[in-house]
């Protein structure tokens, strides 16, 4: 059963905690991206990734941090230094060779309290 | 980047009427995409526009584009009580970056 993956759906963490959201795709898409959506913003790039070992910030990069060391994953890091954090973050994969259209993940709800 | 912006924000309509977005950008693009989201989860991947196309038809979708007016059109045609959902545009800008950069959605009611 191909797709995408987050877990968990739901995280709570205290002020000044590093926290890992984890994307997993089984797709063999090269392509993984990072989104962030708050009410009435739409989704906005946080971190891209179109190949192993690589990865290019998006529009709102800083406190984040993001690794690519296998193309199945692509995790991302909201450390202490995202002066806002809780959102929901959304994961996205796409076959380069292929049509454009990205495939979502569940989303992943973090709140910091 | 450049950003899709839809129009309205919000629609509201009785089971069986048709409902129409639109959505425009600013600079020149590839293709043009359109994204369902249910509340709290994922994107769904609905319809894709290249910029050589003016419309495209997928079951009870069809959507338009005008590159000369950067706009294009989301109509669901008898819609359903499991079409309410937010509607997301999406534009594939020329110049091989491979982002997307998303519209702020319009959010669909369906009453049945």
Redesign the interface.
């Known amino acids: 059963d191909g797709g995408?993956t987050?877990s968990p759906k739901y995280l709570f963490r205290k002020e000044g905690q590093n926290v890992t959201l984890s994307c997993e795709q089984n797709l063999n898409h090269d392509?993984m991206?990072w989104?962030r959506q708050d009410p009435?913003?739409?989704?906005?790039?946080i971190y891209?990734s179109?190949i192993v070992n690589d990865f290019q910030k998006?529009?709102i990069a800083e406190g984040y941090s993001v690794s690519r060391e296998k193309k199945e994953s692509f995790p991302l890091t909201v450390t202490s230094a995202q002066k806002n954090p809780t959102a929901?973050y959304?994961c996205?994969s796409?076959d380069?060779q292929g049509?454009?259209?990205?495939?979502?993940?569940?989303?992943t709800?973090l709140t910091v309290t | 980047?450049q950003?899709g912006e839809e129009d309205p924000q919000a629609l509201s309509i009785q089971e069986g009427e048709n409902a129409t977005m639109n959505c425009s950008y600013k600079t020149s693009i590839?293709?043009l995409?359109w994204?369902r989201q249910n509340s709290?989860?994922?994107?769904?991947?609905l319809i894709?526009i290249r910029s050589n196309e003016r419309e495209k038809h997928s079951g009870r979708l069809r959507v338009t584009l005008d590159t000369s007016k950067k706009s294009s059109s989301l109509l669901i045609t008898a819609s359903r009580a499991a079409d309410t959902a937010s509607y997301?545009c999406?534009t594939?800008a020329s110049g091989g970056n491979?982002?997307?950069a998303?519209?702020?959605?319009n959010q669909v009611v369906v009453i049945p």
């Open positions: 995408i987050q392509a991206y989104y009435g913003q739409g989704l906005r790039l891209y179109q998006g529009d929901f959304l996205a796409r380069r049509p454009s259209e990205q495939y979502f993940g569940p989303g709800r | 980047s950003q590839n293709n995409q994204y709290g989860r994922g994107l769904v991947h894709l997301f999406a594939d491979n982002r997307l998303f519209g702020k959605g």
